[in-house]
Nanobody, 125 residues
């Protein structure tokens, strides 16, 4: 089981930027797809972005394409989400997530088997 801890949330005005980080620890049996989900108040949790174990493949929700960038550093066991041009509708609790896979190039997060505790992002207009 992989343990995930997020950091970097906060409050920002529309058009601003934030960078979220997720530190992973624990034992995994293979490659781990890493990514982010978010849950706004009163809404279901939704996919935001994912990156393959190799770092060469990424996937984004349409709503964040061109504004958010996901990267990972396997040497440090971290994954980051750079969020630019933030909008009020980006306000949510952001969760780091991971899913073990045999495919190093896969960025399919699907149904994660590890979750962080979440970090709040608030964007004011």
């Amino acid at each position: 089981q992989v343990q995930l801890v997020e950091s970097g949330g906060g409050s920002v005005q529309a058009g601003g930027s934030l960078r979220l980080s997720c530190a992973a620890s624990g034992r995994s049996s293979g490659n781990v797809v890493m990514g982010w989900f978010r849950q706004a108040s009163g809404k279901e949790r939704s996919f935001v972005a994912a990156v393959s174990w190799s770092g060469s493949t990424t996937d984004y929700a349409d709503s964040v394409k061109g504004r958010f960038t996901i990267t990972r550093d396997n040497a440090r066991n971290t994954v980051a989400l750079q969020m630019n041009s933030l909008k009020p509708e980006d306000t949510a609790v952001y969760y780091c997530a991971g899913r073990q896979t045999i495919f190093s190039q896969s960025a399919v997060l699907g149904d994660p088997d590890s979750w962080g505790q979440g970090t709040q992002v608030t964007v004011s207009s």
